[in-house]
């Protein structure tokens, strides 16, 4: 079994039996993951902002890392194995969105993730089936190829799936 990690910004996909796809510690990222039944393939991408406006190099060098540029790039990668481009038949789970540094709320980047990529899934014509969001405790995702299983922990958790 091979694990494919991913950090903030990173995004990744597989379509062997028995890899995982993995990122750990969400806090206010939000975990965008892609599920094609027919091709067998999760993907997933560990978003950290809503808008590559504010750093359009870092979105050049770094696509995960914004939510404007993390599914299409998710979608691309996804498409080298066989999934279709712009989603089609997808399965869709959302991950994270926590309030765990900001105790006023005041930035509310969680929730503001959170929404960015709805937006632009909709846009794609696809929505969470699935999603554990917001709170205030981070989150470890992890989703089996073979079973497409959608495993989250936390540190004083028992661990839960969606």
Known sequence: MAQVILGVGDY?????????VK?????SCVSVI????????????????????INKAKA???????????IPALLAEMAKF????????MVVKLCG?????????TFQIGKRNALAIKKIL??????????DLGKNFSRTVAISV?????????PGRPNWNI
Do not use: I
């Not at 969105?97 to 709320?105: E, H, K, L, Q, R």
């Not at 073979?146 to 936390?154: A, C, H, I």
């Open 12 to 20: 990744g996909a597989s379509n062997a039996p028995g890899d995982e």
């Open 23 to 27: 990122t750990f510690a969400l806090g």
């Open 34 to 53: 892609l599920l094609d039944p027919k091709t067998r393939t999760v993907g997933m991408a560990h978003v950290a902002l809503p808008d590559s406006s």
């Open 60 to 70: 050049t060098e770094k696509p995960g890392y914004f939510a404007d540029t993390a």
């Open 82 to 89: 066989g999934c279709h481009k712009k989603g089609k038949g």
């Open 97 to 105: 969105g926590a309030n765990v540094m900001d105790s006023n709320d």
């Open 122 to 131: 909709w846009a794609y014509g696809m929505g969470a089936v699935a999603e």
């Open 146 to 154: 073979e079973t497409g299983q959608v495993t989250l922990s936390s």
